[in-house]
């Protein structure tokens, strides 16, 4: 089955089918994907930033196809000029709808609804630097940050880190939840547990991400800072403005 992950290794073996000539840009590359990766389900089209090439969104990974739909592009938009990147602002928004697609009541949430920044890590609670996060969450907290912890255990599942994100998750409430995991964290033994849990939801959009390894930090504008960032340079990050 084809994923997002997987078109360009599909492009590769194929050149996209050119549609009818009377067909819209639109039709044309929807018809000409579809003839290589059926299964991918296409969020949006739209012209890109370069005349004759359209941006092709699914989930959160971004292609190029220009409208005749025969020539495929894997890769980003760099303005040499402006030196700025014009594929990253529409992947962060794709991201930010992802995660915020969630919901905060499918989260495991350390600091007020009134901090000055809201970030979501993916966190695996074997991952040492994961640990070292959370051993700071105080600090972050202090500094005006707060954390939403999505689950993505690197191992998978089944695997140990898999089963304590499901019991940090069914260990009650959202006060429980976190006592739960600062003791997980903390390679305190905690009591196993099971009942209905959004870990494989957690885990399935970390993969559509693209994630390669936790901690994976989203910023509230759809940024991905891969890795464990220290509490004051990351409060020095949020506070930059967008596009710095």
Not at 53 to 81: A, P
């Amino acid at each position: 089955m084809f994923t997002p992950r997987t078109i360009a290794a599909a492009a590769a073996a194929f050149v996209l089918a050119a549609g009818s000539a009377l067909a819209g840009p639109e039709s044309t590359i929807r018809e000409a994907l579809g003839k290589v990766a059926p299964d991918v389900k296409i969020d949006n089209i739209q012209p890109a930033p370069i005349s004759g090439l359209y941006e092709v969104l699914v989930g959160s990974q971004m292609m190029y196809v220009t409208g005749d739909g025969r020539y495929f592009v894997d890769g980003r938009i760099v303005d040499l000029k402006t030196r700025e990147d014009l594929t990253e602002p529409r992947l962060a928004g794709a991201r930010k709808r992802l995660v915020d697609g969630v919901g905060e009541d499918e989260m495991v949430i350390f600091g007020p609804s009134t901090a000055a920044h809201t970030v979501t890590v993916f966190t695996d609670i074997e991952c040492g630097y994961c640990r070292k996060l959370h051993s700071q969450i105080d600090e972050y907290g202090k500094l005006g940050i707060r954390v939403r912890y999505l689950f993505y255990p690197r191992a998978g599942k089944p695997s140990p880190a898999y089963d304590e994100a499901v019991s940090v998750w069914c260990a009650g409430d959202d006060a429980a939840r976190r006592t739960a995991m600062t003791a997980a964290k903390a390679g305190k033994p905690i009591d196993s547990k099971t009942c209905k849990n959004p870990v494989d939801q957690h885990m399935a959009i970390g993969n559509e991400l693209g994630l390669r390894g936790t901690p994976a930090i989203v910023t509230e504008t759809g940024d991905l800072i891969p890795g464990y960032v220290e509490p004051k340079r990351l409060a020095a990050q949020l506070a930059q403005p967008a596009g710095s």
